[in-house]
């Protein structure tokens, strides 16, 4: 059964940057489409950036020129790198992986940005 455990998350002033990562046990990695979404305090999540297993990427507008998300298949591994941080990317980040109509989550881990 595959598992993701999200790291990184903390809290960060505003401008500042944090590097998410997410490992994924089992051996579909490479396979998979990662993504990474959020969920603001009273909010519905939101897809914040995918990447195919191509390495092909897609953001939300909101953070497109600040976020990057990345993979590396050897380490069964995807990265989120959030720059420029603003109050409003407050929220926790979870980690999705999708392969053969399989969605799996990770625990979320939480991002706070003061002003």
């Known amino acids: 059964q595959v598992q993701l455990v999200e790291s990184g998350g903390g809290l960060v002033q505003t401008g500042g940057s944090l590097r998410l990562s997410c490992v994924a046990s089992?051996?579909?990695?490479?396979?998979?489409?990662m993504a990474w979404y959020r969920q603001p305090p009273g909010k519905q999540r939101e897809l914040v950036a995918g990447i195919s297993r191509g390495g092909s990427t897609n953001y939300v507008d909101s953070v497109k020129g600040r976020f990057t998300i990345s993979r590396d298949n050897a380490k069964n591994t995807v990265y989120l790198e959030m720059n420029s941080l603003k109050p409003e990317d407050t929220a926790v980040y979870y980690c999705?992986?999708?392969?053969?109509?399989?969605?799996?989550w990770g625990q979320g881990t939480q991002v706070t940005v003061s002003s």
């Open positions: 089992g051996s579909i990695f490479s396979f998979s489409f």
């Open positions: 999705n992986l999708q392969q053969l109509g399989r969605s799996v």
